[in-house]
């Protein structure tokens, strides 16, 4: 097994910056498909971005492309989310999540079976 734990949310103005991470513990996450997930109030869960088990490939939902960025550092064996040019619409609680590995990426919750707590992200002005 896996343990996740998420850190590095908090309150940032639109147009700002945060780096949430994920740091694992039991097992090397090179051994798993890890993906960020969001949850914003009275909304269900939705994909983010997410990063194959190999390194090599990343997919993000189009709403975040070209201001998000998902990687990961394996001797620290966690994974980043950078966000930049934040808008309010991305108020949500961030989750990490391990999952497979599988051979591509996917963007299914249901895939992915270890989760963090999650960590707050608020942008308002």
């Known amino acids: 097994q896996v343990q996740l734990v998420e850190s590095g949310g908090g309150l940032v103005q639109p147009g700002g910056s945060l780096r949430p991470s994920c740091t694992a513990s039991?097992?090397?996450?090179?051994?798993?498909?890890m993906a960020w997930f969001r949850q914003a109030p009275g909304k269900e869960r939705e994909f983010v971005a997410a990063l194959s088990w190999f390194g090599g490939d990343t997919t993000y939902t189009d709403s975040v492309k070209d201001r998000f960025t998902i990687s990961r550092d394996d001797d620290k064996n966690t994974v980043y989310l950078q966000m930049n040019s934040l808008k309010p619409e991305d108020t949500a609680v961030y989750y990490c999540?391990?999952?497979?590995?599988?051979?591509?990426?996917?963007?299914?919750?249901?895939?992915?079976?270890?989760w963090g707590q999650g960590t707050q992200v608020t942008v308002s002005s």
């Open positions: 999540a391990a999952g497979g590995p599988y051979r591509g990426i996917t963007t299914s919750a249901a895939a992915y079976g270890y």
């Open positions: 039991g097992r090397p996450i090179s051994m798993y498909t």
